[in-house]
């Protein structure tokens, strides 16, 4: 929401925020509510011409162990989303899908014409979202552009997500715990990259009806790689990180995807998206973030 009202020098723009969480952002039209309920979200996009369609129910053991809720929120309030968008006569929806849909492709980046395999139900409900969007956007004459982040990472991140995890174990002295082999490949993103590349999207004419995946391919780095990388960023004087099996995982093997990393050549000739944030600066972000939100925690105990 930030990035978007920095467009306010350019042209008027309002932003509205519809979310289960009050905003932290006083610029903006702030307005709580959740996206099953589609009299709330109708009302909530009155006078709206463009929609940017975030809401998930996400997590690799949440959406595994409550597979009806995720289809719910992703299927049925994705739904929701359109039909609202359809009552207002909304002029484009930007739709973040997932890196997910790709399931697992082998050792080689993955472009968006690759065959998609999805290997969950969140991946599944992502998809089906996609479908949506692109039917309803022929039935009703609305532009759309399907936008599918990869590995995104950055401060204030649930702690259910590998970059968090592993931080908040080497800042405890505790041993980021790496799954498998940890010789999975990942190329992480920053959020700050992420949302560059949406608002490109969101006011780029060109992305009418096109499919863009969003990432960085530089730095590709392997999961026990990257939990030394974070006890080196925290100074961390515990232990290394520590291989375990997949029974302790928050995903079965046959569940993950040992390569994941983009090829981002579309959205870079189309979009003008250069992702700029290294690793290690996204890493330094969000210790200090951890920190300070850890020294807050000190000051407001008794």
Not at 170 to 180: C, D, H, M, N
Not at 217 to 224: E, K, N, T, V
Request: hydrophobic fraction near 40%; include cysteine.
């Amino acid at each position: 929401m930030r990035r978007l009202l920095r467009e306010r020098e350019k042209e008027p723009l309002e932003v509205h925020a519809f979310d289960l969480q009050p905003t932290r952002v006083e610029e903006c039209v702030a307005l709580q509510g959740s996206i099953l309920d589609l009299p709330a979200l109708t009302q909530a996009m009155r006078g709206c011409d463009t929609v940017v369609h975030l809401a998930a129910y996400l997590g690799v053991r949440r959406s595994d162990q409550d597979r009806l809720q995720c289809l719910d929120v992703n299927v049925t309030g994705t739904k929701n989303v359109l039909e609202a968008c359809v009552a207002n006569a909304v002029n484009k929806v930007v739709f973040a899908s997932s890196s997910e849909v790709y399931g697992d492709n082998g050792a080689t980046p993955v472009s968006e014409t690759s065959v998609l395999r999805p290997r969950s139900v969140y991946a599944v409900s992502k998809l089906a979202g996609e479908e949506y969007v692109k039917a309803y956007a022929a039935r009703y004459g609305f532009g759309y552009t399907i936008l599918r982040p990869f590995n995104v990472y950055g401060p204030g991140q649930r702690e259910e997500f590998v970059i968090p995890r592993f931080l908040r174990a080497a800042i405890e002295g505790r041993a980021p715990l790496v799954y498998g082999t940890g010789q999975q490949v990942r190329a992480f993103c920053s959020v700050d990259d992420i949302v560059e590349g949406l608002t490109l999207a969101l006011f780029s004419p060109d992305a009418a009806g096109e499919v863009f995946n969003l990432g960085n391919d530089a730095g590709l780095i392997s999961m026990l790689d990257l939990g030394h990388k974070i006890v080196a960023v925290c100074r961390s004087r515990g232990p290394a990180p520590r291989l375990v099996p997949y029974e302790q995982a928050d995903r079965p093997l046959e569940r993950d995807v040992i390569w994941r990393v983009p090829q981002i050549e579309k959205a870079k000739r189309v979009l003008s998206y250069a992702p700029k944030v290294t690793l290690d600066v996204g890493l330094a972000r969000c210790v200090g973030s951890l920190k300070t939100s850890s020294d807050r925690q000190s000051l407001a105990s008794p």
